[in-house]
Antibody
Framework: QLQLKESGPGLVKPSETLTLTCTVS??????????WGWVRQPPGKGLEWIGS???????QYNPSHKSRVTLSVDTSTNEFSLRLSSVTAADTAVYYC???????????????WGQGILVTVSS | QSALTQPASVSGSPGQSITISCAGT?????????VSWYQQHPGKAPKVIIY???KRPSGVSDRFSGSKSGDTASLTISGLQAEDEADYYC??????????FGGGTHLTVL
């Protein structure tokens, strides 16, 4: 059974770069029909898609964050990562990693989610 | 402000049916049959319950159903149960963005 788990710092200072990693078990990040994505949820608020990436490096980003976000995949460790630069308090949220079916045949949705990790931006 | 518009809350009694709407535009729901719905219990990760407008993942109760008309999608839950009390989010593929979400709807089972 596919499992995803986020890891990274729970506290980041303003203006710094947030880096999170998602470890995938029970499946491979090189699976052909899936992208691997990130979604965040500020406390008490709704979901926001950040971006999704294919294992080859082809990535799609939310236009609202495109200038600050970098997604990458490490096939040797079966992990994918999120880098968000120049963070502010508005980036405080629970960050989820998820598998993202991404073809006309599979549809476009997020079918398996990690448990989430709370990241607080504060000095 | 979310790309898709949902009511903030709905409620129903056990055994009843409720419907949650999700209003979009011609750039998302109106053009693409890639509407999904997610259920989120407090402190838990979202779980997909409907994808491609009306398909249910394996293991999801057939009490959950989805539909679409024009720019608006709907999630119907029949035979309400106490365990259905949760937040529900709609999502859609959109021009220029593979994933947009609604603001979420809290379902209260009375």
């Amino acid at each position: 059974q596919l499992q995803l788990k986020e890891s990274g710092p729970g506290l980041v200072k303003p203006s710094e770069t947030l880096t999170l990693t998602c470890t995938v078990s029970g499946g491979s990040v090189t699976s052909g029909t899936y992208y691997w994505g990130w979604v965040r949820q500020p406390p008490g608020k709704g979901l926001e898609w950040i971006g999704s990436t294919y294992y080859t490096g082809n990535a799609q980003y939310n236009p609202s964050h495109k200038s600050r976000v970098t997604l990458s995949v490490d096939t040797s460790t079966n992990e994918f990562s999120l880098r968000l630069s120049s963070v502010t308090a508005a980036d405080t949220a629970v960050y989820y990693c998820a598998r993202h079916p991404f073809t006309i045949l599979t549809g476009y949705y997020l079918d398996s989610w990690g448990q989430g990790i709370l990241v607080t931006v504060s000095s | 402000q979310s790309a898709l518009t949902q009511p903030a809350s709905v409620s129903g009694s056990p055994g009843q049916s409720i419907t949650i709407s999700c209003a979009g535009t011609s750039s998302d729901i109106g053009t693409y049959d890639y509407v999904s719905w997610y259920q989120q219990h407090p402190g838990k990760a979202p779980k997909v319950i409907i994808y491609d407008v009306s398909k249910r993942p394996s293991g999801v109760s057939d009490r959950f159903s989805g539909s679409k008309s024009g720019d608006t999608a709907s999630l119907t839950i029949s035979g309400l149960q106490a365990e259905d009390e949760a937040d529900y989010y709609c999502g859609s593929y959109a021009t220029g963005s593979p994933a947009v979400f609604g603001g979420g709807t809290h379902l209260t089972v009375l």
